[in-house]
């Protein structure tokens, strides 16, 4: 059973304009997310975070917002540029005793065309 | 440039063969793991270290055998691997949950094909 799910799996912005990654998660346990980007044959690369105790994080180009009583998050970008083409991984923190791990959504291809 | 360093990029190997994937870093982290990623799907966890010790096993099959020498180091012994774990492997580090929350970093991946 998926418990972070990402419903698009690709998404096609104009040089300029902003794009809008979603996320749904289903354990209301989860206070830390994270975005991750992903280019082909290399690792993913952190992007930017949120804790539950907020409702948005901005960083440059790249806002996260929460919405926990809707279990939803999303990341806009803007304006968006080509080089932001990419597959986005969004990612819940699940704590598990003294550890955790990151739990993935699977991801949305973002295109950005000049 | 990643502060996450995996050795090799790609490996091929036999099903009989033993092969060691490698990842090292330097940020001081006390955590570090292993994922799996097939194409067109998420990273999946195999295995989190804490202080040098297992901490987490997600049920891997004994053909992968992981090993964390020291704080800076994590290796992946593999011995009669299947085609179908052909797989990038993603090395990853961070600080530890009881520190404050601290996202992972991850490696650019060893490729792997089983022939």
């Known amino acids: 059973d998926q418990q972070v799910k990402q419903n698009s799996p690709s998404l096609s912005v104009q040089e300029g304009r902003i794009s809008i990654l979603n996320c749904d998660y289903t354990?209301?346990?989860?206070?830390?997310f994270l975005w991750y980007k992903k280019y082909p044959a290399e690792g993913p690369t952190f992007l930017i975070s949120?804790?539950?105790?907020?409702d948005k994080n901005e960083d440059g180009r790249f806002t996260v917002f929460l919405n926990k009583s809707a279990k939803h998050l999303s990341l806009h970008i803007v304006p968006s540029q080509p080089g932001d083409s990419a597959v986005y991984f969004c990612?819940?923190?699940?704590?598990?005793?003294?550890?955790?791990?990151?739990?993935f959504g699977k991801g949305t291809k973002l295109s950005v065309k000049p | 440039d990643t502060e996450v360093t995996q050795t090799p990029k790609h490996l091929v190997m036999g099903m009989t063969n033993k092969k060691s994937l490698k990842c090292e870093q330097h940020?001081?982290?006390?955590?570090m793991y292993w994922y799996k990623q097939k194409a067109k799907k998420p990273p999946e966890l195999m295995f989190v270290?804490?202080?040098?010790?297992?901490?987490i096993n997600e049920s891997v099959p004994s053909r992968f055998s992981p090993e964390c020498p020291n704080s800076s180091l994590l290796n992946l012994h593999l011995h009669a691997l299947q085609p179908e774990d052909s797989a990038l492997y993603l090395c990853?580090?961070?600080?530890?949950?009881?520190?404050?929350?601290?996202?992972?970093?991850f490696g650019n991946g060893t490729r792997l094909t089983v022939t």
């Open positions: 990853a580090s961070s600080h530890l949950p009881e520190t404050g929350n601290s996202p992972l970093h």
């Open positions: 949120i804790s539950s105790i907020k």
């Open positions: 270290y804490s202080y040098e010790k297992l901490s």
């Open positions: 940020m001081g982290h006390r955590a």
């Open positions: 354990n209301s346990m989860f206070d830390y």
């Open positions: 990612a819940a923190w699940n704590y598990g005793g003294s550890q955790g791990n990151l739990i």
